[in-house]
Structure formats: structure tokens, C-alpha cells
């Protein structure tokens, strides 16, 4: 009996420290999102989102791979759309996935499966991914087994960080390269994209959303809008997107 009360008062004090958190984390908003989103696609416009959402603290849970995972302990969360979830979801972006590099490399060693053969290319691999470069080749119909070097990392962001630095080709997800498009710090290095039909949603717990994730949330859904349109324009591929 004591121990059934004790764990009773226990679990009443941890509700209540979560509840006093939650209050006095009004300002804060919590996001689960890929690291790479974060580093090459948020960090990058931080100074606009101060501008845009004044007096609004991010909090980031950093997912290094695939974006899995519940969204019960953030504000909000970027996952496939999963309609078995009930979860709140808000259309973001499309998976669409094409390899990327700097101009340098694409000037320098070319373009993959079009100019230069595979083997010439360094592919910067993702190891937990929902698409790998063996994949990709057998959608697009390009051998990609056999590349001249091979980086390989577990964190999305250093992934593309070695395209970034010319290091190679990588991967790379719209949802989280549209801003370096945008700005040509990433150009395609292929004209072979892959649609997969599934898409990107922003999500969130059941009930209702605090003032202040609404104003998060409405900022992030323009942002992504805008570097549609933009890259839409730039690149003739994406106009099917």
C-alpha cells in the first residue's frame, strides 16, 4: 500500500515539474529535425528567423540520419508523412532526392553519368538512409557500385558538408539542400532526380499548438516556399517537382 501511494505521489511530482518546464519554457520552441536540415538550411537564415519571430529561443533534438522517431517530447517535428501516426502534420516539401556538389567539382571533374564516368567521381555516402547511392543508380539506371573513392559518414550534415568542400557527389534531399541551391553554394551534379512520391511534413503532438510554435511553424512552411520557387526557376529539372 505505502509503495503504491509513494509511486502515486511520484508520478504527481513529475507531471507538475513538466508542467512548472513547460510554463517557464513558453519562449522556447523545441524542434526534432536532421542535422543537416539544421547546419545547411536553418543555421544559414537564423539571422532572417530572428528578424521574422522576434523573442522565440529554438531548442533542436539533432537526428544524424534517417528522420525517425516520436514526436511526443518536441514542439515540432520534419518526418515522412505517416498516416498510421496521429500525429498533427502540415505539408513541407515532396522527398525528392538528386545528387549535388560544388561548382568547383562539377567544373572540374563533371557531371555524374553524363561527362564523367562513375569511376572518376568520389560518392559521399549516408550510412542509415532511406536511399543509398546503390539505389539511386538502380532507379535511374546508372551503375554507381564502383566509384573511383568513396567517403562515407553517419551524420547527414558532414555529408554534405564534403560536397560543400568539393570533396565529391553526394545525396542530397531537397527538403534540406533547396537553400544552398537557391544560393549556388550546391549545384546538381545530375539531371537524374528521384521523385519517390513520398513527402516531408512538419509535425506535432495531438491538441492544440502554442502561440509561439504557430509563428515557428508558419516561418518554416513560407521559407520552404520561397526556395521552391526560387529553385524552380534556377534549375529546369524542378519544374516537374
Known amino acids: 500500500m505505502h509503495s503504491a501511494v509513494s509511486a502515486g505521489f511520484s508520478q504527481m511530482e513529475t507531471a507538475l515539474r513538466e ?16 542535422s543537416a536540415f539544421i ?9 532572417r528567423f530572428q528578424q521574422a519571430v522576434p523573442h522565440i529561443n529554438l531548442r533542436f533534438e ?20 505517416d498516416p498510421t501516426r496521429k500525429w498533427q502534420s502540415w505539408e513541407f516539401f515532396p522527398e525528392v532526392v538528386l545528387p549535388v556538389c560544388s561548382p568547383e567539382y562539377l567544373h572540374r571533374v ?7 564516368d562513375v569511376s572518376q567521381h568520389t560518392l559521399i555516402h549516408l550510412t542509415t538512409t532511406t536511399m543509398d547511392w546503390e539505389e539511386y543508380g538502380a532507379r535511374t539506371g546508372l551503375d554507381c557500385r564502383r ?3 568513396s567517403l562515407s559518414f553517419s551524420d547527414s550534415a558532414l555529408v ?5 568542400l568539393g570533396q565529391g557527389i553526394a545525396l542530397g534531399w531537397v527538403s534540406a539542400v533547396s537553400g544552398a541551391l537557391r544560393e549556388g553554394l550546391l549545384v546538381p551534379a545530375s539531371s537524374r532526380l528521384i521523385r519517390t512520391e513520398k513527402e516531408y511534413r512538419l509535425v506535432a503532438r495531438p491538441g492544440s499548438i502554442r502561440q509561439e510554435v504557430r509563428r515557428v511553424l508558419d516561418w518554416l512552411v513560407s521559407e520552404m516556399r520561397e526556395d521552391v520557387a526560387a529553385i524552380t526557376q534556377q534549375y529546369a529539372l524542378f519544374r516537374d517537382t
Open 19 to 34: 508542467i512548472r518546464r513547460r510554463r517557464a519554457d513558453r519562449g522556447t520552441v523545441t524542434l526534432s529535425l536532421s
Open 39 to 47: 547546419s545547411h538550411w536553418l543555421m544559414p537564415r537564423y539571422a
Open 62 to 81: 539533432v537526428i544524424s540520419g534517417v528522420l525517425r522517431g516520436d514526436v511526443d517530447e518536441v514542439d515540432l517535428g520534419l518526418r515522412l508523412y
Open 110 to 116: 563533371g557531371a555524374v553519368g553524363e561527362s564523367a
Open 147 to 149: 566509384p573511383g573513392n
Open 160 to 164: 554534405l558538408q564534403a560536397a560543400l
